[in-house]
């Protein structure tokens, strides 16, 4: 199918149903499960891209498909519910996989699988310390995706598990008992009697003050949309980060329906995700550069800003919105090579208290903990400490909230690029599976499900398998083509020749041939059959000096024409062939263990790790000449090349069949 | 000469001719037509380094469903690396080369090739890297001249292979029975 660049294809396994499993506080999960799961794939490269949605349909899923960051983004965001999962290549030309990561992190909490041909060690524990849940290494087997329906079950676990909590917090009192989920968080920052004191009374007497307000049913699922961020980042700038609780930030937003524990999570979020941001600072951003063009003048008075001012500026109209979103996105965009200048102290900080915060939150056991290491996986920071935290300079906080406010512009910027590179592409591609495909013959079904009959002769016995021989009574004369039975064949050539048969009698066999061959490249230099043999012959050279080979060839005058060529073998063929189609894959589920399995055509062919007996076949093959001859001109028939026979068989002066009465 | 004797013959000279390339052994189906010709070919294609396991990964991929999966992935394939092989020209050829984008691009060909199987693409691609990391563009041109070489002797092994494929059904679909 034509994929152009910026679509989604959402394609549905056969049997999958679209089940919807994510309601929350159950732990159970539907009988058809793993079957459904919802997976949302966006790479750039088309080859993989086509490759992990056919392996995700194979496993029963419910696969969406982009090839572009930011579309799956919208198309995320769109349909908050929609997806159970998401899997993303890390290296993207229009947004970065970990950015991409952060996103759907902070602003959908799904499960995300990064992937890449990267398997350097510091490329996944990017990923892992961006909150990836997963880092498959390309290329992804097929086995590697069975599994990723782990992932999903673990998160709504913990999240089922946070809700429960929280709300059992709620309901009791006291003060010690029961630790908040933020209050943890903030001790497991930072490890600092002192500080978590002070920061637990504080954080206990919000608690107290809002046990009231909490229901005690099961919260929907908040969805932070932009704007919802927005009021939230204006909140805290507010506020200011230190002194930035959930109620006041609450207070100040003044949503209704929202939750202190719906901030809370949130903030944890946030404040990882700042950390984050000024930790990678020095690695480029992916933000999409076309919307830089505006700011890059003004960028330079940025990194004097802080948060603050600009909202101020904002606030009083000066910068309007659009374009404080644009000033904020490119800021945040050029981040990666000017705040570092800006913001030399704070890195250190961050990264100084970055790896106490990781290795606290590693040592706790409880699940309070976990669930915030999994906030920590978000990206998104757990570390509260009011004190460390107001080191933060606050333009990298404004650069936060430009990236969040970024989102628009990023949306409206879609359409164009992929409207362009649709149309490059589409052309591109209609060519090139043209020519790939030979453009006038369609290419039949193949099927796959061609056992193999194995030939057993001397020391090759012992590799026979019954199974895979699969004697169907069609095939079984086909099989009788083995070295004992001749009586079915009754002419000189080899039995190659049977599938050209049908030349001898059929025209439009051979017209079939000829639109096959008449697409041969001229770049390809010679026709399938001599390219075959000129691997074999390549071997054949090497090894055994045979010189026989091409002087038969110059020498060959199809005598042996299958002039008198009877009709059994070709019947014997098609039987064999549309029989053996039939029998399904068997020759699959036989071969296992340590043997590489190779489909070929339908034909199987197995490769052991032994050691044929040794036999002396030095010089023995075709000693006759006209042996290396009924194979050639059968399979030159069969090509029907049409003058270009440049091989190097010394084959110039050849010409095609169809000079040659049949 | 019988043709009992001529299977033999060419059998055993097929069996030769792996024992020579390679201390595998091979198990191959001798059914003495197109089909083994196709067999055998792919199994030197395999022997020799042009395809890996994960090309057999994609042929099991394939069914009813979508019968031309493996031609479609491979071409799909075809295309996105001769945009990026493109792409890598114009990039060296520029009087300051953007060794970032290179190495973007020399990456993305690393993990299409991978995907399909081409290992002798893919391998090409650990040293090119490497030559952008080291910034020089004489190496990373002869890395680029590699790269091409092996996409295309790999471009015409897969054509080859899925020709042949194709005269299979063609011969087995198209035939009726005649006398």
Redesign the interface.
């Known amino acids: 199918m034509n994929l152009g660049v910026g679509s989604v294809v959402k394609t549905m396994s056969g049997a999958s149903c679209s089940v919807s499993w994510k309601s929350g506080g159950s732990d159970k999960v539907p009988d058809q499960f793993p079957a459904g799961l919802r997976v949302l794939v966006v790479d750039d490269d088309p080859t993989c891209l086509r490759i992990l949605e056919k392996m995700l349909r194979n496993c029963h899923y419910e696969v969406t498909k982009s090839n572009r960051a930011e579309l799956a983004l919208s198309m995320l965001r769109e349909n908050r519910n929609g997806f159970d999962i998401v899997i993303s290549d890390v290296h993207m030309p229009d947004m970065d996989g970990f950015k991409l990561l952060e996103h759907v992190g902070l602003e959908m909490d799904l499960p995300v699988i990064m992937m890449s041909a990267d398997d350097s060690k510091d490329v996944v524990m990017k990923g892992v310390t961006h909150g990836a849940c997963d880092y498959l290494i390309k290329p992804v087997r097929i086995e590697a995706l069975k599994n990723i329906w782990q992932h999903v079950i673990r998160k709504k676990k913990h999240e089922w598990k946070d809700k429960d909590f929280d709300q059992s917090t709620s309901m009791e009192d006291g003060d010690q008992q029961q630790k908040p989920p933020e209050d943890v968080d903030y001790s497991s920052s930072a490890n600092e009697g002192n500080w978590k004191s002070s920061k637990r009374r504080k954080e206990e007497e919000d608690e107290t003050e809002e046990r009231d307000d909490l229901s005690t049913s099961k919260k929907p699922r908040v969805v932070w949309s932009v704007e919802l961020h927005q009021q939230f980042v204006q909140a805290v700038n507010q506020l200011g980060i230190d002194k930035a609780v959930p109620k006041k930030i609450l207070e100040l937003m003044n949503v209704p329906g929202l939750t202190r524990e719906n901030v809370a999570s949130h903030l944890q979020k946030y404040r990882l995700y700042l950390r984050r941001l000024s930790g990678v600072s020095q690695h480029q951003n992916g933000l999409n550069n076309s919307f830089m063009g505006h700011p890059e003048a003004t960028y330079g008075t940025m990194t004097s800003f802080n948060g603050l001012e600009l909202q101020a500026l904002a606030a009083t109209g000066q910068l309007p919105a659009q374009s404080l979103a644009t000033l904020q996105a490119a800021a945040l965009g050029r981040s990666a090579t000017k705040s570092a200048i800006s913001m030399p102290l704070d890195q250190r900080n961050l990264f100084s208290f970055e790896n106490p915060k990781l290795r606290f939150s590693e040592g706790q056991q409880q699940l309070n903990n976990s669930n915030k290491q999994i906030n920590l996986l978000h990206g998104i920071p757990t570390t509260m400490e009011p004190k460390q935290l107001a080191d933060l300079h606050q333009s990298s906080q404004s650069f936060v909230a430009m990236n969040m406010q970024g989102h628009a512009r990023m949306q409206q910027n879609n359409a164009l690029l992929m409207h362009m590179s649709q149309q490059q592409q589409q052309s591109s591609r209609a060519q090139m599976l043209n020519e790939t495909n030979n453009g006038q013959v369609s290419l039949p079904p193949l099927s796959m499900s061609q056992p193999a009959a194995v030939l057993s002769r001397n020391s090759i016995v012992d590799n026979v398998r019954g199974p895979v021989y699969n004697p169907v009574p069609q095939t079984s004369s086909m099989v009788d083509f083995s070295l004992n039975q001749t009586t079915e064949l009754q002419n000189n050539s080899f039995p190659l020749v049977s599938s050209n048969s049908g030349m001898s009698t059929l025209t439009s066999k051979r017209l079939l041939q000829e639109e096959v061959n008449s697409d041969i490249k001229g770049s390809r230099g010679f026709p399938p059959g001599y390219d075959i043999f000129e691997e074999l012959h390549q071997q054949k050279t090497q090894d055994w000096g045979l010189p026989n080979v091409g002087s038969t060839f110059g020498t060959s005058d199809h005598s042996n024409m299958p002039g008198t060529l009877d009709v059994s073998p070709s019947m014997l063929v098609q039987q064999g062939i549309s029989s053996m189609k039939k029998n399904g894959q068997n020759g699959n589920s036989l071969m296992g263990g340590s043997q590489l399995n190779l489909f070929s055509g339908g034909n199987l062919l197995t490769v052991k790790a032994e050691q044929l007996p040794d036999t002396s076949y030095q010089n023995t093959f075709f000693p006759e000449q006209f042996g290396q001859d009924d194979l050639m001109s059968a399979l030159l028939k069969q090509q029907e090349s049409v003058g270009q026979v440049e091989t190097e068989f010394g084959f110039d002066g050849y010409s095609p069949l169809d000079n040659h009465p049949v | 000469?019988?043709?009992?004797q001529?299977?033999?013959?060419?059998?055993?000279?097929m069996?030769?001719?792996?024992?020579?390339?390679s201390?595998?052994?091979?198990?191959?189906?001798?059914?003495?037509?197109?089909?083994?010709?196709?067999?055998?070919?792919?199994?030197?294609?395999?022997q020799?380094g042009f395809l890996d396991?994960?090309f057999?990964?994609?042929?099991?991929?394939?069914?009813?469903?979508?019968?031309?999966?493996v031609?479609?992935?491979?071409?799909?394939?075809?295309?996105?690396s001769?945009?990026l092989i493109n792409d890598l020209t114009m990039a060296l050829d520029q009087p300051n080369v953007d060794f970032k984008q290179v190495d973007?691009h020399v990456?993305?060909l690393?993990?299409?090739s991978?995907?399909?199987?081409a290992q002798r693409v893919k391998n090409c691609c650990v040293p090119f890297r490497n030559c952008c990391e080291e910034q020089n563009t004489e190496t990373c041109l002869r890395c680029l001249q590699q790269i091409k070489q092996e996409y295309l002797l790999v471009k015409?092994?897969l054509?080859?292979?899925?020709?042949?494929?194709?005269?299979?059904?063609?011969?087995?679909?198209?035939?009726p029975?005649?006398?």
Do not use: C
């Open positions: 000469m019988e043709v009992g001529l299977q033999r013959s060419f059998v055993e000279y069996a030769s001719l792996f024992r020579e390339i201390a595998f052994a091979f198990v191959f189906v001798v059914i003495l037509d197109l089909s083994a010709l196709e067999l055998m070919y792919f199994a030197v294609l395999i020799k396991a994960q057999s990964q994609l042929q099991q991929l394939q069914d009813d469903s979508n019968p031309d999966f031609v479609e992935v491979v071409s799909l394939f075809f295309e996105d001769e945009r973007a990456h993305q690393k993990g299409s991978s995907s399909v199987g015409n092994k054509q080859t292979l899925f020709e042949l494929e194709q005269q299979i059904v063609a011969a087995g679909g198209a035939i029975m005649v006398q």
